[in-house]
């Protein structure tokens, strides 16, 4: 016990810090608060425990030390060894990657000096007919918010009106919204744009089902190339002349990804971390695989196919949430490659109410590993694909970066560390709670260096967010009843900034329904982190409770509902 009071100075740190920006005797207040509450929480952890052992018969006690012994100890010990295996996996992924896509950076290898790229002109005597003939698919779903933004943006695309399709897919089952969105699209066809309304009798399928259904009309065996649009996706008039070139002139190239930008990176601080997140995944992961494997993931938007490639790898399937990612894979193994393109960029939206981000996160996360346990036979037995580019798609691609990661942030970082306090007997060395987490979070910080005062959120969040992805990583691998489950992301387009008041932006307002307003999973998390810390505090020889009390107040945060925004009906 004689070492608690230099542990308890954080807590003093903590409290007596919120006074730093308080007046006359609020800073004094504060201060002898946090001497309070840095003496109470170990004395009264000490007595609980001490109260506990007393109150629990002998025979009890005898059974627990037998049990704790003969199970309790090895099970954690494999689980520390299981976890520090897959951590030692993701680190050599993530620095591997994050040298490939430095490499590309230092060297300025862009994609037009690895693949042919020459502008597609017209010529005076055949006119547009150099251009080739390119389908422009919108995806809807009850968009209410931001279809004229997607359909005007597309509209506007410098290329010539005759050789291109345009074709808004509406899966709305909102009658108003399909008749607004009808309206839209009668509107520039009066202003001499190409562009047809489909709509379906069901929704089989979801998104795939659309996609595919859109391809099946007999105006599209005109086109070459199809480029999609997610509805809230606004591509800049020139991404058809940028974009298109590389599959004119390389016939191996299936699809050209662009990188996304955001319109409301600013919203609040979810958004920041949004952020944060996906230009890692752009600028790390979709570089580095398309530099060295001519493959990564398809991000369902934002990006032109070559139709015949669809056609080869088997058209749309439903199968899982992930038919982008379907896609690719099944592409990749009929031999077509996939560049990225850093600087073709589309704007879209970010989510920003938590039940939104949270659905989408299971979306992905569910379906990715969905993707592996329905594909790893089809991608082992295929024989016009090497052994190595096999292994990339098993190990590093599907395996270590949607399964591995997931796994390990959450087991690892959230319940194997803050457990191990209460057994002294398990020894996690400090490369593994120290040097990789702090590894890998600087290369992600060298990529998103304007963001840097954002990591330790980032931190914090994600792994919230982890408790969520290993959940979705299990339905997806045992195939549950959720497992095929889509919930299309809200997009609010103008809408929160025209709702929301200035001071409302970082915090979500209370929802008028209690079910909505607390997440109980979190909360019980939190509320377990918060024993841990408490404990090891008072009885801990290292400094864990310092992580665990911030991870606990992240839980707590999140539990609570102050997190991202919420719009009433006004």
């Known amino acids: 016990m004689e070492a608690w009071p230099l542990r308890a100075a954080f807590l003093m740190l903590l409290v007596s810090a919120a006074a730093a920006a308080g007046e006359g005797g609020g800073e004094s207040t504060a201060v002898n608060g946090a001497l309070f509450l840095a003496g109470s929480i170990p004395r009264g ?72 790229w020459e502008t597609i002109s017209a010529d005076l005597e055949t006119g547009s007919s150099d251009y080739p003939m390119v389908l422009v698919q919108i995806p809807m779903y009850n968009e209410k918010e931001v279809y004229k933004l997607s359909i005007g943006a597309t509209c506007g695309l410098s290329w010539p009106s005759e050789r291109m399709i345009i074709q808004v897919l509406d899966d709305s089952t909102d009658p ?21 309304y489909e709509v379906r009798d069901n929704r089989k399928g979801y998104k795939a089902g659309a996609l595919k259904e859109g391809m099946q009309h007999s105006y599209v065996e005109q086109c070459d190339y199809v480029v999609i649009f997610d509805a809230d996706f606004q591509p800049e008039s020139d991404f ?138 089809e991608i082992w037995m295929t024989k016009d694909v090497s052994l190595w580019k096999k292994l990339y798609l098993l190990y590093s691609f599907l395996f270590v970066r949607k399964v591995v990661a997931h796994i390990v942030t959450f087991t ?55 408790m969520h992805r290993v ?26 900034r025209e709702k929301l008041l200035p001071d409302a932006t970082l915090i979500e307002k209370a ?3 209690f079910s909505h307003r607390f997440y109980f999973a979190e909360l019980g998390f939190a509320v377990f982190l918060f024993i841990c810390a408490s404990y090891n505090l008072t009885y801990g020889e290292d400094y864990y409770f310092i992580y665990i009390y911030l991870q606990s107040i992240a839980f707590f945060i999140v539990g609570l509902g102050y997190v991202g925004t919420f719009i009433s009906s006004f």
């Open 511 to 513: 929802s008028p329904k």
């Open 45 to 116: 952890v000490e007595a609980m425990v001490v109260s506990t052992e007393r109150m629990l018969p002998h025979w009890y006690r005898v059974a627990w030390a037998t049990l704790r012994k003969a199970a309790v100890v090895p099970a954690m010990k494999v689980a520390v060894s299981l976890c520090l295996v897959l951590s030692v996996m993701l680190l050599v992924e993530v620095v591997f990657m994050s040298f490939v896509s430095l490499a590309v950076k230092l060297f300025r290898l862009t994609p037009e000096k690895r693949y042919k």
């Open 240 to 377: 058809l002349m940028r974009a298109i070139p590389f599959l004119v002139h390389n016939p191996k190239l299936a699809l050209v990804q662009a990188r996304w930008e955001f319109v409301n990176p600013y919203e609040c601080l979810m958004t920041r971390i949004q952020r944060m997140t996906l230009d890692y995944h752009f600028k790390v992961e979709q570089e580095a695989g398309s530099s060295t494997y001519a493959f990564f993931g398809f991000n369902g938007t934002g990006g032109v196919w070559r139709i015949s490639a669809i056609k080869d790898a088997g058209g749309w399937n439903d199968r899982t949430t992930v038919e982008d990612m379907d896609l690719a894979v099944r592409a990749s193994l009929q031999g077509w490659k996939f560049v990225y393109v850093g600087d073709l960029k589309v704007k879209s939206e970010l989510p920003s109410s938590f039940s939104a981000y949270r659905h989408q996160q299971h979306r992905w996360t569910c379906g990715a590993a969905n993707l592996l346990r329905k594909s790893v036979f």
């Open 176 to 196: 108003e919204i399909k008749d607004l969105v009808e309206l839209e699209c009668k509107i520039w066809a009066s202003k001499g744009m190409n562009i047809t």
């Open 412 to 466: 690892l970082y959230c319940a194997v560390i803050p457990a191990s306090v209460f057994i002294p007997e398990i020894s996690i060395p400090a490369w593994a709670v120290v040097y990789i987490p702090t590894t890998i979070t600087f290369l992600n910080a060298i990529r998103n260096f304007s963001s840097i005062h954002v990591i330790p959120f980032w931190i914090l969040f994600e792994n919230v967010m982890a």
């Open 471 to 496: 959940k979705a990583t299990i339905v997806g691998l045992c195939e549950g009843d959720s497992a095929n489950e889509w919930v299309v992301t809200e997009k609010l387009g103008g809408t929160i």
